[in-house]
């Protein structure tokens, strides 16, 4: 089972046929035994085993946090200030309730970290199966915007789950229960650990509570989001994760895949933004620079990434990476475009993005095409511009569209 190309007819068809689906589902439709004119009775599976995992992806604890009505998801859908796809066709169905999961990951040296994460449930009937779709979030510089410390109406996990989905999305490491570490930013290893971690210890907090999911999980992000979508994705199939059984596909949108044409991008705003500094700096030759100047290329590279009021500290060693020169150790460390995904992966992004290039989603394409990916491509944000924050709602719309010929039971 495969998701859709990325035609905007394709995409029209599909919230069509996912709206149709929620509509027969909402007035009672489905199936009978047309032969006694009776619906036989449902047969109620025995419930899976708890498996009481220890080490990477191990539940420390679960703290109930808000409940979210279906009714006030709405009203931010329709007053959203472009985080979402305000105005759009998506009519929450559930009343959302979520969980703080404390569970055990790596930190960006490798070292062990109880992070945390958040779990939404759409309230259904007791029994009831849902898919499990993994919402990875974009950068953040506050704590408070996590996603276990920002349990709102207008959040994407709520709206998600709201849908008829089990959403679980990482806080991150340096976040949550883990603030005051820092945050691996694009470092593949603990980024991919943090998600995947939460993804089993999700599944172990489900079982112990009854939560039945249908056996479909999907990985979604965008921006950091996305790239830590494809770090999971990537670490899956390379340990041969149990999660890929589950595995339907995964959708993409604006990543720092490739690392290195990422910190290019940002060195070239960096010498426009400073002509003076500019014009002293020999891309290519980094590691050559004297100490003075080495030291404000670097202040200037971290503070084009992060704000002076950000109470969120980030490992640095990407730069430091790329700085040195070494794309020996970036390609270790940080990239994650360079794979062949087995599943299915759809990439998005827009050709105007200041943010995260362009060229960070084409030479991800190109490099899995290379490798001959069997299901991977990449669709652009046809917004105006097509810039990193105009494409946030245009993405996930894609994300309805691309999910909605294979996701289950909503």
């Not at 709201?162 to 949550?176: F, K, N, P, R």
């Not at 494409?391 to 719309?397: G, K, L, R, Y």
Request: proline letters at 7%; a neutral charge.
């Amino acid at each position: 089972m495969t998701m859709l190309g990325s035609g905007a007819g394709w995409r029209r068809m599909a919230w069509a046929a996912w709206a149709s689906g929620l509509l027969l589902s909402a007035c009672g439709g489905g199936g009978s035994d047309s032969s006694t004119g009776a619906t036989p009775p449902p047969v109620t599976p025995a419930p899976p085993p708890v498996v009481e995992v220890t080490g990477a992806g191990e539940l420390k604890g679960a703290t109930p946090l808000a409940t979210v009505t279906a009714a006030s998801i709405a009203v931010a859908l329709k007053s959203s200030e472009g985080r979402l796809p305000a105005g759009t066709a998506i009519v929450p169905r559930y009343d959302v309730v979520s969980w703080r999961i404390n569970y055990l990951t790596i930190d960006g040296r490798g070292l062990p970290v109880t992070a945390s994460g958040l779990i939404s449930l759409p309230v259904k009937p007791a029994g009831a199966s849902s898919p499990v779709l993994s919402y990875q979030h974009g950068t953040t510089f506050k704590d408070a915007e996590a996603p276990s410390n920002k349990v709102e109406a207008s959040e994407a996990p709520m709206v998600l789950a709201s849908l008829g989905a089990i959403v679980v999305a990482a806080d991150y490491v340096g976040y949550g229960t883990s603030k005051g570490m820092q945050h691996p930013y694009l470092l593949s290893a603990p980024t991919a650990a943090a998600v995947v971690d939460l993804i089993t210890a999700a599944k172990t907090w489900r079982r112990k509570n009854a939560v039945v999911d249908n056996d479909q999980l999907f990985l979604v992000g965008y921006s950091e989001g996305g790239y830590a979508s494809m770090a999971a994705h990537r670490a899956m199939q390379s340990a041969g994760s149990a999660h890929l059984a589950q595995l339907v596909g995964a959708v993409d949108g604006a990543g720092p895949y490739h690392v290195g044409v990422t910190m290019d991008a940002l060195l070239e705003r960096v010498r426009q933004e400073n002509r003076l500094l500019g014009a002293l700096i020999d891309p290519g030759f980094l590691s050559h620079l004297g100490s003075t100047l080495r030291d404000e290329v670097r202040r200037n590279l971290v503070k084009a990434v992060m704000p002076d009021d950000a109470d969120v500290s980030f490992q640095t060693t990407f730069i430091d990476n790329f700085l040195a020169d070494d794309t020996g150790a970036i390609e270790r460390e940080s990239n994650v475009h360079d794979w062949r995904p087995a599943k299915p992966l759809r990439l998005y992004h827009g050709r105007d993005d200041g943010t995260v290039p362009y060229a960070s989603s084409t030479a991800t394409i190109k490099a899995m095409q290379l490798r001959a990916a069997p299901d991977v491509s990449l669709t652009d944000c046809t917004a105006t511009p097509a810039s990193h924050l105009g494409c946030v709602a245009p993405f996930f719309s894609f994300v309805m569209a691309q999910l909605a010929p294979v996701i289950r039971n909503l």
